[in-house]
């Protein structure tokens, strides 16, 4: 009786863990579009991209912000260093029961439609769990996916924070159980930096692989 009572807590945990993604997602959309509507407007830079894109365009006036954290064996490693390549940033963290693995999952998916224009692709995952995900255990999960997938995390929560909120990521920690262990939701999208670094397009949570193969086909010839 008790593994029932157990087993159920953990299925409610996790709907209330994918319920709550889909709110941060939304409220991270809202304040992306807010923050780079005003610098658009400002500058009278804002594009629409093909109607075929599957993702909220978005053609900033200025790079991405630089960041460095860190991947395996504890090396510092900066948004920067993939100036040429295409860079997926998705942040998540890898005690996450639904909502992460499903967007690896995608991420996988387009890696493989991609075919050849994969080389010019790089999908980055950062921890928004810098206590739990150490660099190694964070890239042995993130290449389960596919081996030239990278993971990153920061030292402590201020490293991580600084590179969260410019792009509109936000997460919070909560109780879960103890086979859970704390759960953190967080917003769920996956930003898009062309080879230049401009942030060029934000996916919402449910984009499938296929759509992101579709819109990066375009965007690396662009």
Known sequence: MTELVDTAKVQDDQLRSKRAKRIWTAV?????????????????TWQIGPPEFHGMVIQAPQPANNFTLYGADDQPISLRDFRGKTVLLYFGYTFCPDVCPATMVELKQMMADLGNDAENVQVIMISVDPERDTPASLQDYVSHFHPSFIGLTGHNEDEVLAVTTPLGVFYEKHEGTAAS??????????????????????????????????????????
């Open 181 to 222: 262990g704390y759960l953190i939701d967080h917003t769920a999208t996956v930003s898009v930096i062309d080879k230049e670094g401009y942030l060029r397009l934000v996916y919402p949570f449910g984009v499938t692989g296929s759509e992101m193969a579709a819109d990066l086909r375009y965007i690396i010839r662009d």
């Open 28 to 44: 991270g959309l809202i304040i992306i579009i807010i923050l780079g509507g005003i610098a658009l407007i400002a500058t009278g």
